[in-house]
């Protein structure tokens, strides 16, 4: 994990501040009242939703969901690839592919996963990508699996947000022809996941040591 200094010159001094990250979007509460949207097998889907965020900064760890749901004989264990990428919205609200600005896009390989069971895994993001607070950043995961014939994939969706916000809308977004399908969850629901990141240097003074730092000028 990162972590960020600042240093403040204050009367002579040289303050260095370390800060770990902070949580600024989860919903991943009660694993028990989860259920999970399907993408069914093709890899050109995406299940796409929005983090509103409760706070700003250098990205730091994206936590996510995963799971598969076997059908005809299909195995109970496999091995999937899945594709994530973070886009920022560009004001509009409305999740385009073409015009929400990409901050991260990567593939995860090699991720086990049993059949029924909601699995969650932590991303490092790279360094140098900053939000501000109140951002709304687009999530977007496919899928594509050691089995594509036999099973469906799917993220948890949550009830509850602990930080931050979302719509009650989930999308399937289709990478061929840029189309997108829209879900409305009527509890407002949100795809599984916790976003932190590392505060900017100057949301890491308290108030106090600036007032006194001005006092001794």
């Known amino acids: 994990m990162r972590h960020a200094q600042v240093a403040l010159g204050c009367a002579g001094a040289i303050l260095a501040a370390p800060a770990g990250a902070q949580t600024v979007y989860e919903n991943i509460t009660d694993q028990a009242g989860a259920f999970s949207p399907i993408t069914n097998f093709d890899p050109n889907l995406a299940i796409v939703d929005d983090l509103r965020l409760a706070g700003g ?3 730091d760890q994206l936590t996510f969901t995963y799971t598969f749901t076997a059908g005809f004989g299909g195995p109970s264990d496999i091995v999937m690839d ?4 973070l886009l920022l919205d560009d004001g509009d609200g409305n999740f385009n592919a073409s015009r929400d ?3 991260f896009a990567g593939v995860v390989a090699g ?3 049993t059949n029924g069971e909601i699995m969650f ?3 490092d993001l790279p360094a140098g990508i ?3 607070d109140g951002s709304t950043i687009w999530f977007a995961t496919s899928y594509a699996t050691d089995e594509p014939s036999f099973v469906s ?3 948890a969706l949550y009830n509850d947000h602990a930080v931050g916000t979302t719509d009650r809308f989930i999308l399937i977004h289709d990478m061929n022809t840029g189309l997108n399908q829209q879900f409305e969850q009527f509890q407002g629901e949100g795809v599984g996941a916790v976003l932190t990141v590392t505060p900017a240097p100057a949301t890491l003074v308290p108030l106090g040591l600036l007032a006194l730092c001005r006092r001794r000028r």
């Open 121 to 123: 895994h932590t991303l």
């Open 57 to 59: 900064g250098e990205l």
């Open 82 to 85: 899945l594709g994530i990428s």
């Open 111 to 113: 991720l086990p996963a």
């Open 130 to 132: 900053v939000v501000r």
């Open 101 to 103: 600005r990409p901050l």
């Open 153 to 155: 994939m799917g993220q």
